[in-house]
C-alpha cells in the first residue's frame, strides 16, 4: 500500500474493525490522502512510503484518510438535518491538513 499509514490506524481513528466489506475502501482512503500529502509536500524525489514514517505525515494520513472514508455521509455538502439542521461542510477539505504540512513543504511556486 502506498501510504503514512496502515488500514487499521484509520479503522482504529473511525472506531470499526477492518473487515473483508471495509479493506477495500479503507486501503483507497489511506492511500487518497498519500496523494494528497505527495501534492502538497512537492517534493522533487519520489515518495517513500516505507517505515519509520514521519509522524506529520501519519497524523495528516489517519486524519484525511478517515474523513475520506465518511465522505459519503455528507453528500452535497451538508451534514446533521435531524439533530442540528443542515450544516454545510467545507468546500476544500484538505486545506486545514496543507497548512499543518506546511512545515514540510519542500518547494513553493510563484504564485
Given amino acids: 500500500m502506498n501510504a503514512y499509514c496502515t488500514i487499521d490506524q484509520i479503522a482504529a481513528d473511525l472506531r470499526i474493525t477492518v473487515s473483508a466489506a471495509n479493506t477495500d475502501k479503507l ?5 487518497a490522502a498519500a496523494i494528497q500529502i505527495d501534492a502538497t509536500v ?3 524525489d519520489p515518495p517513500d512510503y516505507s517505515q519509520p514514517w514521519d509522524p506529520l505525515y501519519t497524523t ?4 484525511y484518510g478517515s474523513e475520506l472514508f465518511k465522505v ?7 451534514i446533521g438535518y435531524d439533530q442540528t439542521g443542515a450544516l454545510r461542510t467545507p468546500r476544500n477539505g484538505f486545506i486545514r491538513w496543507a497548512n499543518v504540512l506546511l512545515a514540510r513543504k519542500q518547494q513553493f511556486g510563484i504564485a
Fill in 27 to 31: 486501503t483507497r482512503c489511506a492511500e
Fill in 42 to 44: 512537492d517534493s522533487p
Fill in 60 to 63: 495528516v494520513n489517519i486524519g
Fill in 72 to 78: 459519503n455521509d455528507a453528500l452535497f455538502g451538508v
